[in-house]
């Protein structure tokens, strides 16, 4: 017989059904003469019932089966009693496929930290919380998939081995297959690299862009969506050095243009995950909402989980440049008594987190995109403003999370974006394929990097970039 997935068994109403089902055992619980097992096969966060008689039949398996326990049943699904779901299956054939010993396996039938479950990261897909997640995240990637296919995207691979420093921040892996304890060494020496796999130094990509700029400049329309690597030494609960990111670039696109695609694109993955995933969506809900009673009533959210995507759906993003928001922030209360760890004072400092959070979430209320920002604390690419001092660029800012998104126009100038990469010590020679784009048909384009794990921060609650990503790479964190 072909097994029958827990999901489908839940939604029919199709009763008395000799069916098939597999899964690992949640809980079990012996009242009287009947045992309940708590079944969950991942298919969905819900768990189908089973209802086994304790019987001498059975009664030698059941005492076998715990916590953790793959099992197989056969059984005949009924109407439930029980509030909440329609079936529950009653028994007639029951297996062990494999067991799992009580004095060992880690995950009990009660909440554990999200700092344990991180320790064991091979099993903590088998928690409601991480299977909740995990789903979110592939609905998240298809609905990525579909959204730019459906309007005519083209999905290009950026490679993951580059030579160029796509953001300029130098944070990058070295990629290399020479012998480390002895290293080959050019005559001033240096090390040699001509000696290397590739015959030069290369690294792990920070970003697909460059190639999807390459790419949009024949297709017109295109989009990236792959790991990147970042090595900066920022432990947060924001940043991994190993990300997920997607990064649509556009010929024919202004920064305005930009915007219009990166809020539609946002507001359509917040609807997309509430019309797909409620089950998931409802648990993760409720689980913020607990985290959020055992915090201080000032620093609870103002809106439970689903509210606040609903939010995100229903309402226009501010716009604004970094000029604007630069005095909405010197001259907040906030600022002026000293409330940030990083005041406000001069015209041209980098934001932080917690400024844009101030913006997002104090002052506007709403996502916010800011434009418009200092050349210098921005990549060499974008396009230069008249106005000499700022660049084309635009970020979006999200409750809770602060940056979700950056990009820009770009310069398609080519005089412009070479005089640019001189002030910035842009080697030229490395970079003579993408100046060529501007040389031969240029035409303005624009793009922008999703960071994907920022977005599923944002969709599911959880609070740390660790948990929403299967494996995750941060300093000093590469196990599994
Ligand atoms: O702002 P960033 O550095 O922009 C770029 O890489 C551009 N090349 C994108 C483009 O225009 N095509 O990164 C884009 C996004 C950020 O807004 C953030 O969401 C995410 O990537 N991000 C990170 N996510 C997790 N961990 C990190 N260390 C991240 N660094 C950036
Ligand atoms: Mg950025």
Redesign the pocket.
Known sequence: MKRVKIVDVLKSEDYGKEILVMGWVRTKRISKNVCFIALNDGSTINNLQIVVDVNPEFENILAKINTGASISVLGKTVESMGSGQNAELHCLKLEIIGQANPDEYPLQPKRHSLEFLREIAHLRFRTNTFSAVFRIRHAMTFAIHKFFNDKGFCNVHSPIITSSD??GAGEMFHVTSLDLNNLPRTEDNKIDYSKDFFGKQTHLT??G?LEAELAAMALSEVYTFGPTF?A?NSNTA???AE?W?I?PEMAFYDIHDNMDLAEEMLQYLVKYALDNCSDDLKFLTKRRADEQSQKPQNQRDAMSLVERLEFIVNNKFERLTYTEAYEILKNSKHNQKGKFAYPVEEWGIDLQSEHERYLVEKHFKKPVILTDYPKEIKAFYMKQNDDGTTVRAMDVLFPQIG??????QREENYEKLLSRMDEMNIPEEEMWWFLETRKFGTVPHS?????F??LMLFVTGMSN?RDVIPFPRTPHNAAF
């Open positions: 796509a953001e920070v970003s862009q970042r900066e924001r940043h991994l990300f990111m990064e940056e979700i998104i950056g990009g820009s793009g922008y990097g999703l960071g794990e920022r970039i």
